[in-house]
């Protein structure tokens, strides 16, 4: 089965509970960015628990490996589930982010390669199929690999055997759900589900990938 994740990229915190609720029976987790954490706050994990849903705190993070770390033992404090974290940044500051993840019940996701049109200008030339690789031998739980892009994800694909890869792009990006369902294992769509005007109407219209 494929997951549904909705990318809740609002600001408005009233906003992000109602469009959470609308959408949970037809989702699978929720994840959220900087957009909604710096208007919201971290505590906006606590609010959304009644809802059941696990929570990824898509902060792309990417420094040293030890500011690494102490952004990942806030993020799963804080009732997240999963954290995404960049890896160029290299081995070491990936571990950093696995590590404090699997010592503390929770996930790590690695961005492999990105969805916008920018990205290919240095997740090309074979950056992204490294970085995967190091993905797998920091024993990351997966990658983001993007929906806009089927066939570059199935080259990651080839190179992660197993493990996850969770693929952002769908809708307002130009991905289509699918096209890349089958070849990934959770797509995340956010603007075409939260800025439409039923949003768990629109989610609803998405599920059929969960089949």
């Not at 949970?24 to 906006?44: E, N, Q, T, W």
């Not at 849903?53 to 990417?62: E, G, H």
């Not at 799963?76 to 699997?102: K, M, P, R, Y």
Request: contains cysteine; proline residues 4%; negative net charge.
């Amino acid at each position: 089965m494929t997951e549904l994740i909705l990318a809740l990229d609002v600001m408005d915190q009233d906003h992000a509970l109602q469009v959470a609720g609308e959408c949970a029976p037809h989702i699978d987790r929720i994840k959220i960015g900087y957009p909604l954490v710096l208007s919201a706050g971290l505590s906006i994990a606590s609010r959304l628990e009644d809802l059941g849903l696990p929570l990824i705190a898509d902060f792309k993070v990417a420094d040293i490996p030890n500011t690494n770390r102490l952004i990942a033992e806030q993020v799963f404090s804080s009732g997240f589930q999963t954290l995404i974290c960049q890896g160029f940044t290299g081995e070491d500051a990936i571990n950093a982010c696995v590590e404090t993840a699997h010592s503390m019940g929770g996930t790590c996701m690695v961005v492999a390669e990105m969805s916008h049109p920018g990205a290919v200008e240095f997740f090309g030339h074979g950056v992204a199929e490294r970085i995967a690789r190091l993905a797998v031998s920091c024993n990351a739980d997966g990658i983001i690999a993007p929906a806009t892009r089927p066939d570059r994800v199935r080259v990651l694909r080839d190179l992660i055997g197993s493990r996850l890869i969770w693929s952002p792009g769908v809708g307002a990006q130009g991905g289509n759900a699918d096209s890349i369902a089958s070849l990934v294992d959770a797509i995340i769509v956010g603007r075409q589900i939260y800025e439409a005007e039923n949003p768990g109407t629109e989610a609803l219209s998405l599920a059929h990938v969960r089949r």
